[in-house]
C-alpha cells in the first residue's frame, strides 16, 4: 500500500500539545495563584505524553517499513532522528542553565550536579532516576532508547531482530503485570511499560498498511479512544477500574491512532494549514513550553497582573503565550538548524567526494 500523507494524525499532533499544555498550565496555576483551571489540577497528568509515544511507534513503522531488514539504512534513520532530537534540545537545555545561573530559585536543586549534566545531555536514564536539566526531557530518554530498539529491524537479519524485540515486549508486559521484579533502575528503564506504549503504535501502523478497516468501526474506535482518557483522569482520583494511569492513556491513545489511520488510509481528508503547522512545530512547543510558562508566570505573579485579570484571563493569556513562543521557535530556531546542520553535511560530502582543484 503506498505512503500517503495522514492529515488526521497531523491534526492529532496539533490537538495533543495544547492538552499537555492545559495540564501544566493548570498545576502552575494552582501553585501561583491558588486557581484550580478546569478542576484539572487535581489529576497527576494529561497522559498526552504517551499519546506522543504511541505516536512515535505508529511514525517509525509507517514511515520506514519498506527500509526495514536493509541495514544501508540504518545510518539515514538514526541520522534523521538525531537532528530532529538533540540540537533544538541542546540549545534550549543550555538556554535554561544559563536561566538558572542568572536566577537559582528556578532550581529544584540537582540540575547542575556532574551526572545530572551527564545524562542530560546524552538523554540517557539518570542512576538516581531524577529528571533531565530540562524536565520535560523525560519522555525523550524513553523515545531515544525506543529508537535504538527500532534500529534492530534495520539489519538484514530481520527475523532474529525481531525474535529479540519480541522477547524483549514479553518481559516488558511481565514486569509491567508485577510477573517479575527486579529492584534495578536500569531494569526499570529498559522494561519501562512507556515501552508497550510504542509497540501499540507499531501496531496500529501494522494494522493500517496491512488491513482495511470499516470506517464505521474506526470512528468508533476513535470515539471510545477519545472518551477514554477523561475516564481515565477520573479513575485516577477514584479508582474504579484496575488499570494504570499509563497503560489506560496509552491503550485509549492507541485506538485514537488506530481509527485515525484507518480513516486517513482510505479517505482524502484535509485540514486547515494552521493545525497543519502546529503539528509541524508539536516538538519545539512540547520542549519550549513548560520553560516559558515558569518564566511567564514568576512575571505574572511580580507584576502582579493576574489581580487584573483574574485566573481564567491569565490562564488564557499564559496559553497563548506558550503556544505562539513554541511556534516562534520551530520557526526560526529549529527549522533554520536542522536546515543548517544537513546542509553543512551536503557540502562536506560534496568537497570530500568533489574536491576543488586549485589553478596555479
Known sequence: MRRKKLELIQFSRALVPFLVMLFHLSGTMMAYFDYNLLGFSFIPISGGVNYFFALSGFMMYYIYRESLGQTHQLRSFLFNRFIRIYPLYWLLTCLFLFVLFLNPDFSVGHETDMDTLITSFLLVQSPRELEPVLNVAWSLVHTVFFYLVFSLLFFSKVNISRVIITIWALLTLAFALDYLYIDHY???????QYNLIFLAGIFCAYCITHFKMNIKVSILMIIIGGLGFPVIWLNSIHPFIPISFDMGTG????????GLGSVDMQKDMKIPRLFNYIGNAAFSIYLSHNFALDLLSELISQLSIYDYLGGWLTSMLLLIC???IGCLVHSFIEKPLIHLIRKGL??????????VKKTV
Request: hydrophobic content about 60%; cysteine-free; charged content about 15%.
Open 346 to 355: 551536503v557540502e562536506k560530502r560534496n568537497s570530500l567526494f568533489n574536491p
Open 322 to 324: 506558550m503556544l505562539s
Open 251 to 258: 491503550f485509549a491513545s492507541a485506538l485514537i491512532i488506530l
Open 186 to 192: 536500569l531494569i526499570r528503564f529498559f522494561f519501562n
